[in-house]
């Protein structure tokens, strides 16, 4: 199975603040992976998928980079509705399908 | 309005049957995969079964491998999880969720139901 270590594991920060939360797998994944954020209460909400594609009705200060094993999620302008639960996922055609462990974005 | 909205969840005794339903509106079921994904409480999310969109190809985890089965119907737009000797860790949120892609077999989840919560208890 394809381990996915994801980092920090909580992240605290201001409104305004660029942040970066990042996932690496422990083999290459090509560009197969996704972001969602969840909140209390709440299902997970797709972010990103294939790595750096925006999904639809996403604000743009959300992006995705990388390719292989290292991957990065980022805010540029931290708004208050994002703070929240995030999880990296990979979908690489090999099962089984693997989230990270989370991101909490807590309020600095 | 595109949804998926679950049902079946309760509370049973380690050994027991429980069986999860995941309705579908608002899109073209039937050209769609569909997965049900568990969140155990207080903790992070975990991949349980696939079911292609046309039902001939189903997955599952090494966790639930021969205790769950997913099947669907696309006449009711409907998928199900069948779960069979319940165990206390596999108490938790169970949320169906379905691939981002029409008639692809690996994606990411773009709609996702409310979810539904089993508890396993003596």
């Known amino acids: 199975d394809i381990q996915m270590t994801q980092s920090p594991s909580t992240l605290s920060a201001s409104v305004g603040d660029r942040v970066s939360i990042t996932c690496r797998t422990s083999?290459?994944?090509?560009?197969?992976l996704a972001w969602y954020q969840q909140k209390p209460g709440k299902a997970p909400k797709l972010l990103i998928y294939?790595?750096?594609s925006l999904q639809g009705g996403v604000p743009s200060r959300f992006s995705g980079s990388g390719s292989g094993t290292e991957f990065t999620l980022s805010i540029s302008s931290l708004q208050p509705d994002d703070f929240a639960t995030y999880y990296c996922?990979?979908?690489?055609?090999?099962?089984?399908?693997?989230f990270g462990q989370g991101t909490k974005v807590e309020i600095k | 309005q595109v949804q998926l909205v679950e049902s079946g969840g309760g509370v049973v005794q380690p050994g027991g049957s429980l069986k999860l339903s995941c309705a579908a509106s608002?899109?073209?079921?039937?050209?769609?995969?569909v997965n049900w994904v568990r969140q155990s409480p207080g903790k992070g999310l975990e991949w349980l079964a696939f079911?292609?969109?046309?039902?001939?190809?189903?997955k599952y985890a090494d966790s639930v491998k021969g205790r769950f089965t997913i099947s669907r119907d696309n006449s009711k737009n409907m998928v199900f999880l069948q779960m069979n000797s319940l165990r206390v860790e596999d108490s938790g949120i169970y949320f169906c969720a379905k691939d981002n892609t029409p008639r692809w077999d690996h994606d990411a989840f773009d709609i996702w139901g409310q979810g539904t919560v089993v508890s396993v208890s003596s």
């Open positions: 294939k790595a750096s």
């Open positions: 996922q990979q979908y690489n055609s090999n099962y089984p399908w693997t």
């Open positions: 079911i292609r969109f046309d039902g001939y190809t189903q």
């Open positions: 083999q290459s994944i090509d560009s197969w």
């Open positions: 608002g899109f073209t079921f039937s050209s769609f995969a």
